[in-house]
């Protein structure tokens, strides 16, 4: 029988926090705004788009203690055991003068209104200690989850590039205390599972996978919360009742990634920072996909497997994975099943996964050099916005023919889905626009989309037969210009 605690544990800025009164879904903000006053941290979307709540949260991973911003909006207060929560009080140095990162926005004129500046100064100020001479790109992208509507983000760009002449990063007060905050988050890892309230109106922290597996054995119908990239909108905009709640983003033995034998093992917990440089020193399209789901706090919080998991029919990660011939591994209690990712996807809002079962892991086999992939995002706007269609095409061409062919997409069907019919109307003809062409209309078999605000039907559909020719232009040199239909023609 596991040992059991019966609070919470974390570090805000400076102080030991212990918590036996929170609620399942009792996030962040509210916690930090409404229980310790501490109004830095701005609400606009609630939902993890605009970045105005932006905090760090620290963590110890592998003995080394990682700091990244979050949405405090979308974290709940029951995710934090173990943590160091940073927020922009915390930045005010003993002598009351301003952070560098502070001093630079207000230098260069980086805020006007001011209300989303404190989550552009936390992103900022998480980018600088893991970067302090950024590159034009790095800025960009640290700033995807953060949105200005007054300065048009130049006079803030200006200041990123500046901050280090304000001051060094090692000689910032997380800097100087990270052996300190290291041990102080050690001290309070204690092994014990963490279960607050009762019966439905409840939340658990399991100690580990094993005792994750035994807590479903007794709950399960539990929600399980890694990252709350989506959960968290459950609460703030569906006001859905949760409880009872189990958060697994603690447990170290779900963030783990491997490779053997060919094949990319990831934990369910792998957050997409974590997975994307692993992944695209292996299938570079993977890493390029990871940069455009969500802002940086988005990626700092949510998990590969909770993307699988989910079971959307828009989630990002799937169809890539569905065509690199991907596995997962589902476990419930101590027995553990494998099948195909593409057969964990049943129908809208249904998957293949028992009461009392979770993703432990997905397998995802290393395509060899000579084999053509590519996964295509279509979204209303480029950063930080959710996909209309994503194509992904995994292709093997010999003596100029198809010799396989793997075409997954989603936001096409009530699940991520193969398009077999495009796959047999390619398969072992010639790699050219002919054949191309001829396989167009498998789409209309294998697919009927719906319209919605994302897009139309008509668009999706034109859409994924665009992306088909793309992805013939991108891998075979015809030696002519090659056009691609545009939606007024359809």
Excluded at 302 to 311: E, F, R
């Amino acid at each position: 029988m596991t040992d059991i605690r019966r609070e919470i544990r974390f570090l805000l800025n400076g102080d030991e926090v212990a918590l036996a009164d929170v609620r399942p879904d009792e996030t962040l903000l509210d916690f930090l705004r409404l229980r310790r006053s501490l109004r830095g941290s701005k609400e606009g979307c609630a939902e993890g788009d605009c970045g105005a709540c932006t905090v760090l949260v620290g963590r110890v991973s592998n003995g080394e203690l990682i700091y990244e911003g979050v949405n405090a909006c979308i974290r709940f207060v029951g995710s934090l055991d173990g943590c160091h929560v940073v927020t922009i009080e915390h930045l005010k140095r003993p002598d009351g003068s301003l952070h560098p990162v502070q001093q630079a926005m207000v230098d260069f004129h980086g805020s006007q209104c001011g209300f989303c500046t404190p989550g552009f100064v936390m992103s900022l100020y998480a980018l600088w200690m893991r970067s302090p001479e950024p590159s034009d790109r790095e800025i960009e992208t640290a700033l995807q989850g953060n949105l200005c509507r007054c300065t048009g983000y130049e006079a803030i760009m200006r200041a990123a590039r500046s901050v280090s002449s304000y001051g060094q990063v090692t000689e910032d007060a997380l800097a100087r205390e990270r052996d300190e905050i290291r041990a102080r988050l050690a001290a309070m890892h204690d092994g014990k599972r963490v279960e607050i309230g009762e019966g439905n109106d409840r939340l658990v922290v399991p100690a580990s996978v094993d005792d994750l597996a035994e807590v479903l054995a007794d709950e399960p119908t539990a929600t399980i919360v890694a990252g709350s990239t989506d959960v968290g909108l459950w609460v703030t905009k569906f006001m859905r009742d949760i409880a009872p709640v189990i958060f697994t983003g603690g447990l170290e033995e779900l963030q783990r990634i491997d490779e053997a034998h060919g094949s990319i093992t990831i934990g369910a917990g792998v957050s997409y920072t974590a997975a994307r440089n692993f992944l695209a020193r292996r299938v570079s399209a993977l890493g390029l996909l990871i940069d455009r789901i969500g802002g940086d706090q988005v990626r700092n919080m949510g998990t590969i497997g909770g993307n699988i998991a989910n079971g959307s029919p828009i989630g990002d990660t799937p169809p890539p994975l569905i065509a690199l011939g991907a596995t997962l591994t589902l476990r419930k209690g101590a027995e553990r099943r494998t099948l195909p990712l593409e057969h964990f996807f049943i129908d809208y809002g249904k998957q293949d996964r028992q009461p009392g079962e979770f993703v432990e892991a997905v397998h995802v086999p290393i395509p060899p050099p000579e084999a053509h992939f590519a996964a295509y995002k279509i979204t209303k706007r480029r950063d930080e916005d959710i996909t209309a269609v994503l194509g992904a095409f995994h292709l093997h061409v010999a003596d100029g023919k198809v010799s396989s062919v793997r075409i997954a997409l989603g936001g096409m069907a009530a699940t991520p889905k193969r398009a077999r019919a495009v796959e047999a109307a390619l398969l072992g003809r010639p790699w050219n626009a002919e054949t191309v062409e001829a396989a167009l209309p498998a789409f209309d078999e294998d697919f009927q989309p719906i319209s919605d605000m994302r897009a139309s039907a008509t668009y999706r559909m034109l859409a994924a037969k665009n992306l088909l020719r793309r992805f013939l232009a991108e891998t075979r040199d015809t030696g002519k210009p090659f056009t691609v239909k545009r939606y007024e023609e359809a």
